[in-house]
């Protein structure tokens, strides 16, 4: 550790025990409390369809969906108390019963679907979660409320969130008939804590690494502390034995830097293979049918405290098997109680570039208001899907209404605007955000034009799809985006050291300065619903919190608790939770620099046009080894065979090795 930093940890914690951990300020004598409201409710409103009838309410925030049972309207609240207040009782009454008979039975929620290329006809109906479909004297929901409590951060401040979830509408299947309310009270008892404990403000930002890249990261540590984010780090060898293993010593770590230090933003360092790691990986439990049963899970570093204020340890009965559904589910209370980002980096030279590129960004970013959507048609008839809607490019127009007075690219599957060479333009051409909506695998993303078994972004060459080799052609480093990649696996780094979304992030040169995806199944509806809920909605609550609070830690956390307050959550919610991370440093700021760099478009079209002219001019001959011979005349696709690059074309490798030298570093021989 920098001696400097160590001498300021030594002096801080000399001080806290001479003045104590904590400040606690006095509240109010009387700590129990009740709080009374009622809540009302319009008429249900019914529209048909062909072989069924949807149930509307004007107050409704969500659907309550079940695998094979009605979609009903949920109303929500949500109440913030002060950290540590305990609900002693919760008592929640529906009044005023009327009963509507219907001419069909309600809409059915239908199985969801996984994002994942290879397995994205799989429907998911095999998992053993509760779909039953409810016997004949059966009313749906058989509870008309439930509640969650937690402990997370909001706007900066560690509070207690109780969100409420009523269903007003009920389902009678006997009679085939609707019993709703036009009111609800709720009435709760509670305990506020005896005193507000407030944390020290001494670190605003924890860096967690192995002992090997601490030098490399120095640099990132001194500029944030002379950038007014006070800021620590430590090994991993110098975090103390106290859990039941490593995972759990780094997490209770987390938990006293908390309450020693005040850290509210968390950097772990480290990836590596599935038994490989060098920075130890959490697993959780959270199965998508035969397809996967476990899955890395960064969330466990963030949410530190229960409900109860106590240590969130995310196995309840001990059985090693972390998040387990639905057996745990009552230790995971899901709110993020840090901001915490990760790189997942395996070498000393993936984190030089990360941190070179993070120290630019924060000095010479210069926002463009401006987004580039990559979506199509993402569920197609042979997938079940007969609604005609595009999700991708719903999702993409759902994203944009929360980017006011931002312009966007459409790369769309209807538009036929997508391909590999109008994506990398589009990067080049300069975004704040580029947001992908489709399928995903760890070295690939793509998605179907309309009503197609055909697989987009088109390529000249090879499989279509956007993949990892494709990324060595972005050379957009005068302005690099924020990604949200939307498919299975995007970020799944302990089964590719050079996953997708981290090959973005770790591009010299290019790419993206963050990149947020999934780390492993993400599961979706199909249709006009899409965007509503599940992996579809992760982007529109990103992109929202991206845009209200800038940094990118808190629109990670932010879109965590804005789902978890939203929905009574069944298996595919948590799962969609839990595999959503952020590749990046929690702390930066999407906004200008201080000296921002003005990407000059006259200049960018000057080199397009230069480019053209020296690569495009005669046919480019390509070999893949072992294969066949192609031609192509696209300069920036070049294919590869067990690592090594074949181009029949001197003056065109004599080119691009002065001009692009950077591009071929990942292969071992070019020839």
Not at 14 to 31: P, Q, V
Not at 453 to 475: A, K, R, Y
């Amino acid at each position: 550790m920098n001696k400097k930093y160590r001498l300021i940890m030594i002096i801080c914690i000399i001080s806290m025990l001479i003045n104590g951990f904590n400040i606690a300020t006095s509240i109010d004598n009387d700590i129990n409390k009740n709080k009374k409201e009622y809540i009302s409710f319009s008429t249900p409103e019914l529209s048909e369809g062909n072989n069924y009838i949807r149930v509307k309410l004007t107050e409704a925030t969500s659907i309550l969906s079940c695998e094979n049972k009605p979609e009903l309207p949920v109303v929500t609240k949500t109440i913030i108390f002060p950290f540590g207040t305990k609900i002693s009782n919760v008592k929640i009454t529906f009044h005023s019963k009327e009963k509507i008979k219907l001419s069909k039975t309600p809409m059915i929620s239908p199985p969801l679907h996984s994002n994942e290329i290879e397995h994205k006809f799989a429907i998911l109906s095999d998992i053993k979660h509760d779909s039953s479909i409810p016997s004949n004297d059966y009313i749906y929901p058989k509870q008309q409320y439930s509640y969650r409590c937690g402990a997370g951060l909001v706007n900066n401040e560690r509070v207690t969130i109780f969100t409420i979830h009523l269903y007003p509408i009920c389902y009678e299947l006997k009679n085939n008939q609707l019993i709703y309310s036009d009111h609800a009270l709720i009435q709760l008892s509670y305990e506020e804590p005896r005193q507000i404990i407030m944390n020290p403000e001494i670190f605003d930002f924890l860096i967690i690494t192995p002992n090997e890249f601490y030098q490399e990261l120095e640099p990132l540590m001194d500029y944030k502390n002379n950038h007014n984010i006070s800021t620590t780090m430590v090994t991993l060898d110098q975090i103390p034995n106290q859990g039941t293993d490593k995972q759990e010593d780094i997490k209770l770590y987390i938990k006293d830097a908390i309450e020693t230090f005040g850290i509210k933003y968390v950097l772990l360092i480290g990836g590596g293979l599935e038994g490989q790691e060098i920075f130890p990986v959490r697993y959780a439990w959270v199965a998508s049918g035969g397809h996967e049963d476990h899955f890395p899970c960064d969330l466990y570093y963030a949410d530190i405290y229960n409900a109860d204020v106590g240590f969130s340890s995310w196995d309840v009965n001990g059985d090693g098997k972390y998040a387990e559904y639905p057996t745990d589910m009552t230790e995971v209370d899901i709110y993020p109680d840090v901001y915490l980002g990760r790189l997942p980096c395996t070498s000393i030279e993936e984190v030089r570039i990360v941190v070179d590129k993070i120290l630019d960004f924060e000095e010479h970013n210069k926002m463009m208001q401006s987004i580039v959507q990559i979506g199509g048609d993402t569920f197609i008839e042979s997938d079940g899907d007969v609604s005609n809607v595009y999700e991708g490019e719903l999702c993409n127009e759902a994203v944009i209404q929360k980017l006011p007075d931002y312009t966007t690219t459409k790369l769309w599957g209807s538009l036929e605007t997508m391909s590999v060479s109008t994506i990398v333009k589009a990067f080049h051409d300069g975004v704040d955000f580029v947001d992908f909506n489709g399928h995903g695998n760890t070295i690939s993303w793509s998605t179907h034009p309309p009503n197609s078994e055909e697989w987009i972004p088109t390529n000249s060459i090879g499989d279509n799809g956007f993949f990892t080799d494709h990324i060595i052609f972005l050379q957009n480093a005068k302005k690099l985006p924020v990604i949200s990649l939307i498919g299975c696996k995007s970020c799944r780094f302990t089964d590719d050291t050079n996953v997708i979304g981290w090959a973005f992030v770790k591009k010299e040169n290019g790419g993206s300065i963050a990149t947020f995806g999934q780390l492993g199944l993400g599961q979706s509806d199909m249709g006009e619903t899409a965007a509503d809920r599940y992996i579809g909605l992760i982007p529109v609550l990103l992109f929202e919190g991206l845009y209200n609070h800038k940094i990118l830690g808190k629109a990670w956390a932010n879109m965590i608790a804005n789902y978890a307050n939203s929905f009574s959550f069944n298996w595919a919610d948590y799962k969609v939770i839990l595999i959503t991370t952020l590749f990046g440093d929690p702390t930066l700021a999407i906004e200008d620099g201080p000296n921002p760099k003005k990407i000059n478009i006259n200049e960018l079209e000057k080199e397009k046009k230069d480019i053209k002219s020296k690569i495009y001019h005669g046919e480019i001959k390509v070999v893949n080894k072992g294969i066949s011979e192609d031609y192509c005349n696209i300069p920036f696709y070049i294919s590869t065979q067990e690592n090594n690059l074949y181009i029949q074309n001197f003056k065109l490798l004599s080119w691009l090795l002065f001009k692009f030298p950077d591009m071929f570093s990942r292969y071992k021989s070019v020839v």
